[in-house]
């Protein structure tokens, strides 16, 4: 059976964090830090005890080392000024998910990590952080040492955090396996693809197996469930493989375009286009150092061979862009094309994070979705999450401005007026 178009497009949008189904879903960026989960965890009242040893299971003990990790790194940090205070995670060494290693978690990999964290901590290290000795005011051991293993101690809380945020979501997040695009992205990169499919009985094992994950891949894009894609590859033995391939390929490609596609609905109408650049109006109460971030971000950021995106500031709240800095929160923007940018009011904004967060957050005001699928896989309890273009700035920390978006931004504010009707998912 396929979904009706307007679903479908309603489970892109859930992909972006954007829809409104299910209440309470939380827009977790694919690369937070620790501290960015804890506040989370706090908020939604889901922080466990922090005595490690008392925690129950690898989930819980992996948040309370984690929590506890924090509070020293705090701790140490306090007394130290702010160009020698530790960090784990440096914006300059992100490494982005990419499509080709994602990133698997659950249940089964939390105690496969906890085990060996456990194992290989530095033993001035398990003392604080698993025995509960009093923390100190300097790092026991040295200091790249200290944070290297910090780093590697949050990332796996990080995981942990993010598991416990979006379980109560899992049914939510197994209809978005409808929305993985690794079987179009790879079979877009397959060499002799249509020889390799007209010859399947010829083909070594292995790579019939990889092949018929991608296939199954693209046919789930379509909306059809698991199982039934799952007896259509029955078929592939008795030369079925090609037609199963063409039936399914556009569905593919559709899912695939639209984790970069402006949709039509989230077109602003007030972005006027040139050759040169574009004019886009915010709100006039903008001022000061918080208005010198904007332009400089922006008008930074958003610049492609010749063109540019300007900011006028003589627009009004809600019909102009507008920043909303609120403590604590978890970056947003409250819908693709949307107006309200809210920031948290605690993060400096001249660290590179706040920089990304805000030129990537403004690109969906300007009507630009994620470039990143997460979603859950029932059969084996875990959840897979990756960036498509890591040197893309909706896609990963990693990236930048580049072409593809600037072609896009042509593409959505140069529309002819019966086009704007159109979107991604008509047949």
């Known amino acids: 059976m396929r979904l009706l178009p307007g679903f479908f497009a309603a489970l892109s949008l859930t992909a972006c964090g954007f829809a409104p189904p299910p209440p309470g879903l939380p827009h977790l960026d694919l690369e937070m830090e620790g501290a960015e989960y804890r506040g989370v965890l706090l908020r939604r009242g889901l922080e466990v005890e922090l005595d490690p040893i008392a925690a129950a299971t690898a989930i819980d003990r992996l948040i309370a080392i984690g929590t506890r990790n924090l509070e020293w790194l705090a701790h140490i940090n306090a007394d130290l000024p702010p160009e020698q205070r530790i960090r784990f995670t440096r914006f300059d060494e992100a490494r982005g998910i990419p499509i080709e290693s994602p990133r698997i978690y659950g249940p089964s990999t939390f105690v496969t990590d906890l085990a060996a964290l456990e194992g290989e901590m530095p033993p001035a290290m398990a003392a604080v952080l698993l025995r509960g000795a009093a923390f100190t005011r300097r790092p026991p051991i040295e200091v790249e040492a200290y944070r290297l293993f910090g780093r590697r101690i949050d ?50 094992p292995g790579l019939r197996l990889k092949l018929r994950g991608w296939l199954l891949g693209l046919c789930l894009n379509s909306g059809t469930s698991k199982e039934n894609c799952e007896r259509q590859s029955e078929a592939f033995a008795r030369g079925e493989a090609p037609r199963f391939f063409a039936r399914y390929r556009a569905d593919g490609a559709r899912v695939y375009d639209a984790y970069f596609r402006i949709p039509a609905a989230a077109r602003r109408r007030d972005l006027r286009w040139t050759a040169t650049e574009s004019r886009l109006s915010l709100d006039r109460d903008l001022t000061g150092a918080l208005r010198d971030f904007v332009v400089a971000q922006i008008e930074g950021e958003y610049r492609w061979q010749g063109w540019g995106l300007r900011l006028d500031f003589g627009g009004r709240r809600p019909s102009s862009p507008y920043v909303d800095l609120v403590p604590g929160v978890t970056p947003h923007v409250e819908s693709l094309g949307g107006n309200r940018i809210v920031m948290d009011a605690n993060q400096d904004l001249d660290e590179p994070e706040a920089q990304w967060i805000f030129r990537h957050e403004f690109g969906h005001v300007l009507g630009l979705p994620d470039c990143y699928a997460e979603f859950f896989e029932t059969e084996r309890n875990l959840m897979v999450n990756y960036q498509i273009d890591l040197n893309d700035l909706m896609c990963s920390r990693k990236g930048k401005m580049n072409e593809r978006i600037f072609l896009e931004l042509r593409r959505a504010y140069t529309l002819a007026e019966e086009e704007e009707k159109e979107t991604p998912w008509d047949d």
């Open 155 to 204: 990332t796996h809380y990080q995981l942990a955090a993010r598991w416990r945020l979006l379980e109560p979501y899992h049914d939510l997040l197994a209809e978005r396996r409808r929305l993985d695009v690794r079987g179009y992205y790879f079979l877009a990169r397959e060499p002799d693809l249509d020889a390799k499919l007209a010859g399947w009985n010829e083909l070594d």
